[in-house]
């Protein structure tokens, strides 16, 4: 499986958006400070995931995600959050 996640910061209040194969192992790389573009933007939050069957398909939803049409999705989930 593939997936396309949102992590937000509790630190920045932003998000970020990647995506894996593997989601936990990625999710404790990101708490541990072993991702380079979050490190510094820990504590980090899982908000948001999608699983696709195949990483092409990842891939594109994650450049959707990442480009400003995806503004709408973020508000939404900001308007969620309760932190």
Same mark, same amino acid.
Not at 3 to 22: A, H, Q
Not at 39 to 44: E, V, W
Not at 64 to 79: M, V
């Given at each position: 499986?593939?997936?396309?996640?949102? &992590?937000?910061s509790?630190k920045?209040?932003? !998000?970020? #958006? *990647?995506?894996?194969s593997?989601?936990?192992?990625?999710?404790? $790389?990101?708490?541990?400070g072993?991702?380079?573009?979050?490190?510094?933007?820990?504590? &980090?939050?899982?908000?948001?995931?999608?699983v !696709?069957? #195949? *990483?092409?398909?990842?891939?594109l939803?994650?450049?959707?995600? $990442?480009?400003?049409?995806?503004?709408?999705?973020?508000?939404?989930?900001r308007?969620? &959050?309760?932190?």
């Amino acid at each position: 499986m593939n997936y396309v996640y949102i &992590l937000y910061s509790k630190k920045d209040k932003k !998000f970020y #958006t *990647g995506k894996t194969s593997n989601l936990l192992v990625r999710l404790e $790389k990101h708490i541990k400070g072993q991702v380079g573009s979050t490190k510094n933007r820990r504590p &980090l939050v899982l908000v948001h995931c999608e699983v !696709f069957k #195949t *990483g092409g398909e990842a891939f594109l939803r994650e450049k959707e995600l $990442k480009y400003p049409s995806a503004g709408k999705l973020k508000s939404e989930l900001r308007k969620r &959050l309760v932190l």
